[in-house]
């Protein structure tokens, strides 16, 4: 599952559009966007959809939430999205945005570009933090400030000299590295940030001419940031084959055989242990569970004799 | 930075910033390795720990002048302990050996420099061997040990040992393990070519079968490493042997497990004593006894070392 978080709607409109998401309209907090199939998925009646407790279990392909400007929007909103969708080893988050460029002799050569940010100085703090670079691709990288306020032309100024080994100023990505690292790891989160500014003149007053210039500079770059996200899905979901080690008819088996040979949780433990080991090591366990069956062996009426059938596997999958 | 002139180059505070941040994936970070460029703090030279053999010496230490590995062992102790897979290189060499050289003032010392990495992967980059080559041959009372799994290296563009006491300590393991387990790692042939031209050119060879792997067939696979080795290496050559079976902390299998769910040689049910996961003792005894018997056959007895179950 990708994440996707961005600080203003006109950031987002391009990634929403090409990705093909609609509104949750279940959700009044912040704006979410989720793909159709699951909003449709989700309004049916699908017993698929729901595990023992009843609670909904599917979780969309991808989200995209928009957060708010600031740090503390973007911390509240990620902390909140990640424990809604229960984010785990296999899913990635994707913070995108827009920044300024920090230094104004850089500027032209900056605009409109997208970068890879690959360290976050959280300016309130002082401290930085370090997403991994995993992702093999061809944008870019930058640093960034990440502050609490929007970035003037006359801090443009001060910053130039006080921030000189940063190249970006944003003002979320530090948070939303802080508060996706209860969830996920450094190789679960990437930054991207396309330059728009220098610094905000003081006498801006037009919005919607600012929120076209947003849009239109995000969708410039829409093809790489597809791109990028293609890769984020692909890791996600061989990181989630890899962790399925058992397919389903071995994973029946196992409940099956840890029912019928009474297994205390120790003896569970033991008996999923060599099974793993068994199958990654291409040895036909089953075959042997079945002749346990076969020869009446299987069920046993108590854990003592089960302790028979421990022994009969791990004899198998190991010496 | 000569050798990577594509890299992208982040200036951090303090190595640590990156290398213990929380939620890191070592199997992710492996396949695609930054370097961390750093200066070694606190202490520098450690006691040699449990789990590993003194080979006869009675101060045994260890350092570090480099953690984390280019080769990517499955089966390696490193997976469970650093919190990263990416590579630091300390390039404080000199103040680990001011260091070394206090401990020279008091004993003699048995240092290993290649535990927690293998530097002769990597030498052509650092350069560090050489430099433990020329200090050890300057410190009469220092006996080093180079414990590597590389193939082909280039002997000849290292300083000769006159002394002998700095020991090129190759693990050899059979073509299933290296083909498995072994990632990156030289082959069969590759360190067996190695460990000729060691020999020849008149450097201190020691051979650890250790950890030896259990693997299905091991007996035939360790069976046909042992013809090929003992044809083509003269046995009386070597310095000395040291025979092990695999075996580790209960603290980092726990998290090598969790990292590495598709690992056929992590998720093997090992047994557990007293923190330190370890083949059944049957097949412990089977392995190691049967290596030390074949060795028998070539090396005398009192230059086999096995790991015992006093030295744990």
């Known amino acids: ?319 | 930075m000569g050798h990577f002139p594509k890299a992208e180059i982040i200036k951090i505070d303090h190595y640590k910033d990156v290398f213990n941040r929380h939620r890191q994936n070592y199997v992710k970070q492996h396949e695609s390795q930054a370097l961390i460029l750093a200066v070694k703090q606190g202490t520098l030279v450690y006691p040699g720990a449990e789990v590993c053999q003194n080979m006869g010496h009675k101060h045994f230490y260890y350092t570090s002048c480099m953690m984390n590995c280019l080769f990517d062992c499955e089966y390696c102790y490193l997976k469970g302990m650093y919190p990263s897979g990416n590579m630091v290189i300390f390039l404080n060499l000199q103040d680990i050996f001011k260091e070394v050289e206090m401990l020279l003032s008091k004993h003699p010392v048995y240092l290993c420099v290649s535990y927690d990495t293998d530097l002769l992967a990597i030498e052509s980059l650092t350069g560090y061997v050489s430099e433990w080559i020329r200090f050890t041959e300057a410190h009469p009372d220092l006996t080093i040990e180079v414990r590597t799994k590389a193939g082909n290296i280039d002997f000849e563009r290292l300083p000769e040992d006159g002394s002998g006491r700095t020991i090129f300590a190759f693990t050899v393991s059979p073509d299933y393990v290296v083909e498995h387990y072994e990632h990156r790692t030289g082959s069969l042939d590759g360190r067996i070519e190695s460990i000729k031209r060691a020999v020849s050119m008149g450097f201190t060879v020691r051979l650890c079968f250790d950890p030896m792997i259990y693997c299905p067939d091991w007996k035939t696979e360790y069976g046909k490493m042992m013809d090929r080795l003992t044809s083509e290496i003269f046995m009386d050559r070597i310095n000395d042997v040291s025979v092990g079976s695999f075996r580790l902390s209960e603290e980092y299998l726990k998290s090598m497990r969790r990292n590495m769910p598709d690992s056929a040689v992590v998720q093997y049910p090992y047994q557990n004593d007293h923190g330190v996961y370890h083949y059944s003792d049957k097949l412990t005894e089977e392995m190691e006894n049967w290596m030390v018997c074949r060795l028998k056959e070539f090396v005398p007895e009192e230059r086999i070392f096995r790991w015992e179950e006093q030295d744990r």
């Not at chain 1, 998401?21 to 909003?39: A, C, M, S």
């Not at chain 1, 991994?132 to 691709?137: C, E, F």
């Not at chain 1, 500014?197 to 969708?219: K, M, P």
């Open chain 1, 1 to 319: 599952m990708i994440f996707i978080f961005t600080a203003l709607y006109p950031e987002a409109k391009p990634l929403i559009k090409i990705f093909g998401l609609k509104k949750r309209t279940d959700r009044t907090r912040f704006q979410q966007f989720v793909p159709e199939d699951y909003i449709k998925l989700m309004a049916g009646d699908n017993d698929g959809a729901r595990d023992e407790s009843g609670e909904k279990r599917i979780r969309p392909e991808i989200v995209l939430t928009v957060t708010g400007v600031g740090p503390v929007n973007a911390a509240a909103v990620v902390s909140s999205v990640l424990t809604e969708y229960d984010a785990s080893h296999s899913d990635q988050l994707l913070s995108f945005g827009t920044a300024a460029a920090l230094h104004k002799q850089q500027w032209e050569e900056k605009r409109e570009t997208l970068f890879l940010l690959n360290k976050l100085l959280d300016q309130n703090t002082d401290r930085c933090f370090y997403p991994d670079m995993l992702v093999r691709t061809s944008i870019p990288e930058a640093s960034a400030v990440t502050g609490s306020v929007v970035l003037t032309e006359r801090a443009v100024r001060f910053l130039d000299m006080a921030a000189e080994d940063y190249d970006l100023y944003d003002m979320e990505a530090a948070a939303v590295y802080q508060a996706g690292v209860f969830y996920v790891g450094p190789h679960q989160m990437s930054f991207l940030r396309v330059v728009t500014d220098s610094g905000i003149s003081a006498n801006v007053s037009d919005v919607r001419t600012l929120a076209q210039h947003v849009s239109d500079s995000v969708e410039r770059n829409v093809e790489q940031i597809l791109d990028y996200v293609e890769k984020l899905r692909l890791i996600s979901f061989g990181e989630k084959k890899r962790v399925d080690i058992l397919g389903d008819l071995e994973k029946k088996t196992v409940e099956k055989v840890i029912r019928d040979a009474h297994f205390s949780k120790v003896m569970q433990d033991q008996f999923i242990q060599y099974v793993k080991y068994g199958t990654l090591s291409g040895i036909n366990w089953m075959a042997e569970v079945e002749k346990l069956y076969e020869s009446g062996v299987l069920p046993t009426v108590d854990k003592r004799t089960g302790k028979k059938v421990l022994d009969v596997v791990r004899n198998v999958i190991s010496e």
